[in-house]
C-alpha cells in the first residue's frame, strides 16, 4: 500500500491564482481531512470528508474548496491564492475500528508559497 | 484558552536522559488520545496511542489523567534519534467522531 499520496510536493503561485492539490489514499478509508500548519499555529483543519458525497469545514475553511467523488481522492482547491495560504497542507485519512478507531495517518504534505 | 495545549519547548537534553512532556485538553468528553511525531520537514507519525490505563512501548510511556485532563509521554533513556516535535491530538466530540484536534507540538532536541 502506498497509504496516503499528495501531489505536489512544492508548488509556488502568485496572488489571485488557483490550483488543485491532490491526495489519494488506497487504505479504503471513509474519513479524509486537510490541515495546514503554520510555525506556532500547529495542524489547522481546514476540511473533512466522513465519506464519497460528504464533506464539511473545520477551523480555517475559507478561500479552500473541496469535493470527493470517490472514497479514494480528496483534492482542496484554492480558489483565488493569497500570500496568508503560505503553508504546508497535509492531507489525512482514517478508518479503523475500536481502539484504532481515530488514528489517521498523513501525506507527505505540500509546501505552498504564495507571491 | 486554546482546545489542546502543549508547552512548545524546546527541551534539550543529554542522551540517556528521561524527559516528559504533558499535553491539556479542555473538552472532558474527549475520548481518544493520540502522540504524533514529526521530524522536521516531514509529516506527522503516529507514535502511539494513549489509553486509560496508560500504556509503554519500549521506552516510551503514555498516560491518561481524565481527572486533570491531560495526558503525558514519557521518554527514558533519550537518543539521538529521538529529536523532533512530538504533537499531542484528541478526539473533539463536535464535528466527525474521526476529527482530531492537535496541539501545537513540543520540540525535543536530544544531545550528545
Known amino acids: 500500500n502506498a497509504g496516503v499520496t499528495q501531489t505536489p510536493k512544492f508548488q509556488v503561485l502568485k496572488t489571485g491564482q488557483s490550483m488543485t492539490l491532490q491526495c489519494a489514499q488506497d487504505?479504503?478509508?471513509?474519513?479524509m481531512s486537510w490541515y495546514r500548519q503554520d510555525p506556532g499555529m500547529g495542524l489547522r483543519l481546514i476540511h473533512y470528508?466522513?465519506?464519497?458525497?460528504?464533506?464539511d469545514q473545520g477551523e480555517v475553511p475559507n478561500g479552500y474548496n473541496v469535493s470527493r467523488s470517490t472514497t479514494e481522492d480528496f483534492p482542496l482547491r484554492l480558489l483565488s491564492a493569497a500570500p496568508s495560504q503560505t503553508s504546508v497542507y497535509f492531507c489525512?485519512?482514517?478508518?479503523?475500528?475500536?481502539?484504532?478507531?481515530?488514528?489517521?495517518?498523513f501525506g507527505p504534505g505540500t509546501r505552498l508559497t504564495v507571491l | 484558552r486554546k482546545e489542546v495545549e502543549q508547552d512548545p519547548g524546546p527541551f534539550n537534553v543529554p542522551e540517556g536522559a528521561t524527559v516528559a512532556f504533558n499535553c491539556t485538553y479542555s473538552?472532558?468528553?474527549?475520548?481518544?488520545f493520540f502522540w504524533y511525531r514529526q521530524d522536521c520537514r516531514k509529516e506527522p507519525k503516529l507514535l502511539m496511542s494513549?489509553?486509560?490505563s496508560g500504556n509503554e512501548d519500549g521506552r516510551f510511556t503514555a498516560q491518561l489523567n481524565r481527572a486533570s485532563q491531560y495526558i503525558s509521554l514519557l521518554i527514558r533513556d533519550s537518543k539521538l534519534s529521538d529529536s523532533a516535535t512530538y504533537l499531542c491530538?484528541?478526539?473533539?466530540?463536535?464535528?466527525?467522531?474521526?476529527?482530531?484536534?492537535f496541539g501545537s507540538g513540543t520540540q525535543l532536541t536530544v544531545l550528545p
Open positions: 494513549v489509553y486509560s
Open positions: 491530538a484528541v478526539n473533539w466530540a463536535s464535528g466527525s467522531a474521526r476529527q482530531l484536534t
Open positions: 470528508s466522513v465519506g464519497a458525497g460528504i464533506t
Open positions: 487504505m479504503n478509508h471513509e474519513y
Open positions: 473538552n472532558s468528553a474527549s475520548q481518544s
Open positions: 489525512a485519512s482514517s478508518g479503523g475500528t475500536g481502539r484504532i478507531y481515530n488514528e489517521q495517518f
